[in-house]
């Protein structure tokens, strides 16, 4: 038996199923936008042109840069899509002053259409935005029945992590053990 589920394809029979998530490549702090320069005054930078969408739906990273005195202590805002094509906004932790460092999401993004950055503390800082770890499910689910998790068809020795979430699609997520290198994630899992 196979069913489609928010883009995902799953195979097995009723109970156990197969979520094929692609092939994603390792994340990159600028796999959604290269680093833009900030602005110092007036409202939040808004960008809705030169965004890269992410080949799988996973969750997005911000990272401060450039002047370091220049980065201000301000959240990125980042809306989209998941994979069931239902518009999410996340706002993403806010960047340590003073500081060049990277900000992780934990929603899981099949498209981006806009980001938004807060005026920083002067023009040498930049933001980048990118893609992290965590693969979205495409499904929901109330509690974590992954059976397995399989990185270019060799089984995780190690349990991936399991976000869960009835409500939202886009908060049921996976990080595998192993780092994903641009080849097939598969993930058993009953439902």
Not at 44 to 63: E, L
Not at 94 to 105: E, K, L, Q, R
Not at 151 to 162: D, F, K, N, Q
């Amino acid at each position: 038996m196979s069913v489609i589920s928010g883009g995902n394809i799953i195979e097995g029979a009723a109970g156990a199923v197969s979520l094929k998530l692609g092939s994603p490549a390792v994340g990159s702090t600028t796999a959604i936008h290269a680093a833009l320069a900030a602005v110092a005054t007036g409202g939040p930078q808004v960008v809705t042109t030169g965004i890269t969408q992410p080949a799988v739906p996973r969750n997005v990273t911000a990272t401060a840069g450039g002047t370091a005195g220049d980065v201000k202590a301000v959240a990125v805002t980042v809306t989209g899509r998941d994979s069931d094509g239902r518009r999410i906004t996340e706002t993403l932790p806010v960047f340590t002053v003073d500081t060049a460092g990277t900000v992780v999401g934990s929603k899981a993004f099949a498209s981006i259409e806009s980001y938004s950055v807060p005026a920083m503390d002067g023009t040498g800082a930049t933001v980048a935005i990118g893609t992290g770890a965590k693969l979205g499910l495409g499904v929901r689910l109330g509690h974590n029945s992954v059976i397995a998790a399989f990185l270019a068809g060799a089984r995780e020795g190690t349990a991936p992590t399991v976000a869960v979430d009835l409500a939202a699609v886009e908060a049921n997520t996976i990080t595998l053990n192993s780092a994903l290198n641009g080849t097939a994630v598969i993930v058993d899992l009953i439902r």
